[in-house]
T-cell receptor
Framework: DGGITQSPKYLFRKEGQNVTLSCEQN?????MYWYRQDPGQGLRLIYY???????QKGDIAEGYSVSREKKESFPLTVTSAQKNPTAFYLC??????????????FGQGTRLTVV | AQSVAQPEDQVNVAEGNPLTVKCTYS??????LFWYVQYPNRGLQFLLK??????LVKGSYGFEAEFNKSQTSFHLKKPSALVSDSALYFC??????????????FGTGTKLQVIP
């Protein structure tokens, strides 16, 4: 059953702590994305990757880091430099530049809360 | 720069009535347009898209959308609303000629409330 798996579903972070959100896909997609969702602000792009071992900053990359060592995996680390990390985080994938009209597939999200 | 606007934060409609969720866009070329739906604490699910061809696009769960180039709009419609349609709806646009990474821009979302 193909899709995108995000874990954990809920995550609690203490002040000054780094946390890593997992995103795995078995759709054989080249491109992967991380979005942050806040109420009333829609989806904002944090990082994206079009191919293994390459990734680019999105609109709100400060305080976040990613890696893309495998095609299937695109983990997101929320660092202590991110001052307001409480949000709903969504991972997505798409086939890539060769299929620009193809829709993105989304994971079920991770809700991160600072305690 | 491309942008998309969803002018209504919330739309209320009675069950069985037709529904419309509005979306307007701005891109430099011909757009690729998408609608997604999000249920509480879930990811986005694809509903339908316009790439080229017929301006009326049909999608999942009985939804359809009409691409209007002159009005730069892509409104989502359904002839008869169901209570189960209550969710958050996102419109998205991509400029296929932007080169490099073809960024998708999402609207801020419209909450649809179908009243029994």
């Amino acid at each position: 059953d193909g899709g995108i798996t995000q874990s954990p579903k809920y995550l609690f972070r203490k002040e000054g702590q780094n946390v890593t959100l997992s995103c795995e896909q078995n759709l054989n997609h080249d491109a992967m994305y991380w979005y942050r969702q806040d109420p009333g602000q829609g989806l904002r792009l944090i990082y994206y990757s079009q191919i293994v071992n390459d990734f680019q900053k999105g609109d709100i990359a400060e305080g976040y880091s990613v890696s893309r060592e495998k095609k299937e995996s695109f983990p997101l680390t929320v660092t202590s430099a991110q001052k307001n990390p409480t949000a709903f985080y969504l991972c997505a994938s798409s086939p890539g530049q060769g299929a620009p009209g193809t829709e993105a597939f989304f994971g079920q999200g991770t809700r991160l809360t600072v305690v | 720069a491309q942008s998309v606007a969803q002018p209504e934060d919330q739309v209320n409609v009675a069950e069985g009535n037709p529904l419309t969720v509005k979306c307007t866009y701005s891109v430099s070329g011909n757009p690729y347009l998408f609608w997604y739906v999000q249920y509480p604490n879930r990811g986005l699910q694809f509903l339908l898209k316009y790439i080229t061809g017929d301006n009326l696009v049909k999608g999942s769960y009985g939804f359809e959308a009409e691409f209007n180039k002159s009005q730069t709009s892509f409104h989502l419609k359904k002839p008869s609303a169901l209570v189960s349609d209550s969710a958050l709806y996102f419109c998205a646009v991509r400029d296929p000629y932007s080169g490099g990474y073809q960024k998708v821009t999402f609207g801020t979302g419209t909450k649809l409330q179908v009243i029994p």
